[in-house]
Every structure is written in structure tokens, then in C-alpha cells.
């Protein structure tokens, strides 16, 4: 039921999901790209996750990371997957920085981005964000599941209905109208079978 719910919501959404990147490869050990970060960028470390900031982003990067270290195993149970090594998050100041501080082309819409072979999790600063979005937490939820899910998967590839399914699905980034449209479909048997 819940991989029906994942596919549906996927397909009512309607968006694309950003690139992945390939790892970079050295001595058959896998090395992740850690981004360049010019001065007066700190961070919160947990064991689940380290958040990057500038000090315009302190308070949010606080309360991200203090959500990201409950958040992340409560994703990994509900998955019945691992966590992993901790989780880079970065909190983009601007949009230039959010753009080339990644190891790819973002999407334009994109509030957040996740590139689960790095361990990477880039966000837009809720100073950058447009306030029509998603919470910064439902954010970084949706991110840490393709994550987490990319590290489940390994080296294949996640479907991208799955990818983006079980994401919203664990932030909750589905609303009344959506079940609702689920519930109609599922009755009339128009809903895509598995």
C-alpha cells in the first residue's frame, strides 16, 4: 500500500528530481566531494549529520541540525534501512553559492538538493526561500530520504517514482486533496498497477 501511495504521489507531483553524481573513484575506495567552502562558513556536527552555514544562518542551522539528528534515524527505521556515515547538509547563503557549491546543476525550482552517493544535502537559505515552500524541515526530510535511499540502493540506480515517492511520503508533503485524489482513483481502478 505504501509503495501504491509512493508511486501516486510521485506521479501527482509532477516534478522532476535533481541529477546524480557519479563518485569520485580512488584506489577502489569510494572518496566523496566535499565542496569548497570560502571563509566564515561553521558548522553543527551530530553523529547523523554535519550542517554547514554562514553566520546569517545560525539559528536555522542550529535547529536543522538538532531536527537531522532525531529525523534521521526515525527516516532509516521507518525505511528499515541503515543510516550510513553522517550526512553533509549545507545551508546556501545566496543563490550563486546554492548553485556552485554543488556537485551538478541544481534545478531552478529547487529548494533543496540531494546527492545521496556524496552524502550531500544542499539547502536554500529561508532568507533565499520565497515563503509559498515547504518548512526548511520537510526540506531536509525529503532530502535525507533520497539519501538515505540512494545508499540503500548502492551502486543501481533508484526509480525515480520511488526516489521521489517515499520522499514526500516521509515528510508528509502530501495534503488533503492529494489523498483525496488517490482515494478516487483507487475506487474507480484508474490508478497505475505495480
Do not use: K, N
Not at 13 to 39: K, Y
Not at 158 to 186: C, F, I, K, N
Amino acid at each position: 500500500m505504501q509503495l501504491l501511495l509512493a508511486f501516486s504521489l510521485w506521479c501527482l507531483a509532477a516534478f522532476g528530481s535533481p541529477s546524480w553524481t557519479a563518485p569520485v573513484q580512488s584506489a577502489d575506495v569510494f572518496v566523496p566531494r566535499e565542496p569548497e567552502l570560502e571563509r566564515g562558513w561553521v558548522s553543527y556536527s551530530s553523529i547523523y549529520a554535519d550542517v554547514f552555514h554562514t553566520p546569517q544562518d545560525r539559528r536555522t542551522a542550529l535547529a536543522l541540525s538538532r531536527h537531522a539528528a532525531v529525523s534521521i534515524p526515525r527516516i532509516a527505521g521507518e525505511l528499515g534501512i541503515a543510516t550510513g556515515g553522517a550526512i553533509q547538509v549545507y545551508i546556501a547563503p545566496d543563490q550563486s553559492r546554492f548553485t556552485s557549491l554543488q556537485p551538478g546543476e541544481p534545478p531552478a525550482w529547487a529548494d533543496g538538493t540531494a546527492w545521496p552517493r556524496d552524502g550531500l544535502i544542499f539547502l536554500r537559505s529561508p532568507l533565499i526561500r520565497d515563503g509559498r515552500s515547504s518548512s526548511m524541515h520537510q526540506v531536509l526530510d525529503h532530502e535525507i530520504a533520497h539519501v538515505l535511499l540512494g545508499r540503500a540502493f548502492a551502486h543501481r540506480t533508484v526509480p525515480s517514482w520511488l526516489q521521489e515517492g517515499v520522499a514526500q511520503l516521509v515528510a508528509r508533503e502530501y495534503s488533503p486533496e492529494t489523498l483525496d485524489a488517490l482515494s478516487a482513483g483507487s475506487l474507480a481502478g484508474s490508478l497505475l498497477s505495480l
